[in-house]
């Protein structure tokens, strides 16, 4: 087998300061050596991969990577840095950069000896030595373990057998799961803390990242070393592109608890059902498995367990370390998640149901009671009472999954009973959100408290949530929930009041908005906001007006470039142009993301452009009188919106607007020095072709 890293692939005194040149000039030795076909497509590769998730790590560490079609084998180029590169890590620049090539169909057993790299770049001894080699063919060596680095003394916290081996020598361990042999149904033994007649505290851990090559391994080599040092038994396994290996089942059922460290869905997840569980990103594996440990056992001392789908790393709460700002909007965002598809099924039935009956089918008697197979009206009736009852569930669902994110499980019951409150004393979206924050305060602060150990077996499924239903329920009712309702209230009546050029800057305020971050928190906001409005049985006209100026923008983005990619394609990649051609249907379809890997590869022209057609569309939408009482659906639901024929030139305005800007802002620009096509973008953050299955890892 060919080496994977040689002297031509290691720069000492790499000069780069961003990011992105570090890539390059990494990327230029393995073109140099035949390595790489295609400098741009691979570097495109690799922005696909960091726009994923930054790969810097704690230690000053970088390691850009990616699978790529234009790599022809498996390899790797060292780069050291003086000034140090950002790559994203929380305590700063990278000093020791890694570029890690894999071929799109490389075997296992390249793949296990990149991935023992990743786990020996969590080794002290091994990252100092790099630091001080001297020359290129030395520090190839070191990587390829024909040298060993002279041991040091351990950092304080660093277990004393994690001393640094060879990357050859270590690829047994990357394939499993275990420090000792490999075998997953190995358990570290390396516990000195405990009493020999006492078991030590078992976990079993999962680790997995998109590529499956670095970070999965990083992860698992930071715990297993955390497990050694904390004194429990802790195996673990990755689950990375060359397969993995199944624990066994006995050492799951033995476990204590269960650690998963993930950026994508852990196979066979069920295998762990029912033990306390801590669930993360894989960059909290690496940067704090310490915290994980503790985190665990304290789960498990209060008797917490975890059924078998636990929340993703999207759904859950904030990780230890992030600020209330950040918790806060994943909290939200997960409550927003679970209610838009009650939003799309409710809102277009009862769309439907107004398309087919007229407005008075609202009026129409229960079709439990009665209900003609052959008449119109009873199946507009019966679509109009289906849409009616799952817009009933929007605010307890927003409420239940909000208090879901901050606490698990338990905090479903007072979440979703806090929210059905909120919906029967008229306290709207606005109670909705104050129940599910309340809620899953409450379950989180009963969770501190130590309970005797005959107890946390009843705990989360009786304690729990008698109490927190209990408190919530108070609060709602008693206390906070009368002023919320009046603020709902007032809130209302602000936007049926609105007329005129109120109207036209709120239109554009939202236009703004749901071109900002294509799909992000700031597009959910405004598209709550405006679903908000219609979710009642007879939304007022104002509210109507916002869904449509809201609709009218978000399809504004996608559309545009499409229409860029078409009138002037030279400006842009082959892959945008390629990408340009799905866009037409995704901005038919309301589906703002369809223009992400246009922003992705060039944010400063694409999202200002944005941002400008979007105010126009909605300004427009408003001052036209538009209105829309479905919340989706793009121009498939045109026959259900008022003044149909100006609402669809306020879109086509605002396209073109978007349109033109983009393709004189990118006519603007100088070509980067030897891009493959005039349209090449400056930087190399361009997304792959299938955006949808990015190559990279």
Not at 335 to 346: E, H, I, K, R, T
Not at 433 to 455: N, S
Not at 472 to 501: C, E, H, R, Y
């Amino acid at each position: 087998m060919s080496e994977m890293i040689t002297a031509d692939l290691v720069d000492l005194d790499l000069s780069a300061d961003t990011k992105e040149a570090a890539a390059r000039a990494l990327a230029e030795r393995m073109v140099a050596q035949g390595r790489v076909t295609d400098l741009e497509g691979f570097l495109a590769d690799v922005a696909a991969r960091e726009a994923q998730m930054p790969t810097g790590l704690d230690g000053g560490i970088g390691i850009p990577h990616c699978r790529s079609e234009y790599v022809t084998e498996p390899s790797l180029a060292f780069g050291r840095s003086a000034e140090g590169v950002d790559f994203g890590a929380p305590d700063g620049p990278a000093d020791l950069i890694f570029l890690i090539a894999a071929p799109a169909g490389a075997d296992d057993a390249h793949l296990t000896i990149l991935s023992a790299l990743a786990r020996q770049l969590m080794n002290a001894e091994f990252t100092s030595a790099l630091r001080a080699v001297g020359d290129a063919e030395s520090a190839a060596a070191l990587i390829r373990g024909d040298e060993t680095p002279a041991p040091s003394t351990p950092a304080s916290g660093t277990p004393e057998n994690s001393a640094a081996t060879p990357v050859a020598a270590s690829a047994g361990a990357a394939a499993g799961s275990s420090p000792a042999d490999g075998s997953p149904a190995d358990v570290s033994t390396a516990a000195t803390d405990t009493g020999a007649d006492e078991q030590p505290f078992r976990i079993v851990a999962v680790t997995s990242c998109p590529t499956g090559i670095a970070h999965t391994y990083m992860a698992a080599e930071a715990l297993e070393n955390a497990g050694r040092a904390a004194g429990v038994d802790l195996v673990v396994e990755p689950q990375g592109s060359a397969g993995f290996t199944r624990l066994d089942p006995a050492v799951i059922a033995a476990a204590d608890a269960v650690i998963f460290a993930h950026d994508v869905p852990v196979r066979e997840k069920e295998r762990f059902a029912g033990k306390p569980t801590v669930d993360v990103g894989v960059k909290a594996g690496i940067n704090r498995p310490t915290e994980l440990i503790s985190e665990v056992r304290g789960k498990a001392e209060r008797g917490e367990v975890t059924g078998g789908s636990a929340p993703t790393p999207v759904e859950r709460g904030g990780e230890a370390g992030e600020g209330y700002g950040s918790m806060l909007r994943k909290w939200l965002m997960s409550g927003v998640s679970y209610m838009v598809p009650f939003v799309a099924a409710g809102g277009l039935l009862i769309a439907l149901g107004f398309a087919i009956g007229g407005y008075e089918i609202k009026s129409a008697p229960s079709v439990m009671q009665h209900f003609v197979w052959t008449q119109t009206d009873s199946w507009a009736a019966l679509m109009f009472q289906i849409g009616a009852v799952a817009f009933g569930f929007l605010v307890p669902v927003l409420a239940g999954y909000i208090a879901y994110g901050m606490a698990d499980r338990p905090g479903l019951v007072p979440g979703f009973v806090g929210g059905m409150i909120a919906s029967t004393i008229n306290a709207g979206f606005l109670g909705g959100l104050a129940a599910g924050l309340i809620a899953g305060g409450v379950v989180l602060a009963i969770q501190k408290v130590k309970i005797p150990k005959a107890v946390r077996g009843i705990m989360p499924v009786v304690v729990i949530p008698l109490i927190s239903t209990a408190i919530v329920g108070f609060l709602m009712f008693v206390v906070i929930g009368k002023p919320i309702a009046s603020a709902q209230k007032g809130m209302t009546d602000w936007l049926n009041g609105l007329s005129g050029s109120n109207a036209i800057l709120l239109g554009a305020l939202l236009g703004l908005m749901m071109c900002f971050d294509l799909g992000g928190p700031v597009n959910k906001v405004a598209y709550t906001f405006a679903t908000a409005g219609i979710a009642v049985s007879s939304p007022s006209d104002s509210a109507m007006k916002i869904m449509a100026a809201v609709m009218a923008a978000g399809m504004v983005p996608p559309l545009a470039m499409a229409l860029a990619t078409t009138v002037r394609g030279k400006l842009f990649t082959e892959t945008e142009r390629e990408n340009g051609k799905a866009a037409w249907v995704l901005g038919a379809s309301f589906i703002s993301e369809g223009a992400i890997p246009f922003a992705a590869a060039d944010p400063l022209r694409v999202i200002p452009s944005a941002m400008v057609g979007g105010a126009i569309t909605g300004s427009l939408s408003m001052a036209f009188g538009a209105t829309l009482r479905a919340p989706h659906g793009g121009i498939f639901v045109v026959p259900l919106i008022g003044h149909a024929f100006l609402y669809l030139i306020a879109i086509a305005v605002g396209m073109c607007v978007t349109a033109a800007l983009v393709v004189v802002l990118k006519g603007m620009r100088k070509p980067a020095a030897g891009s493959a096509a005039p349209g090449a973008p400056e930087d190399i953050s361009a997304p792959t072709a299938d955006t949808k299955q990015p190559v990279a890892v």
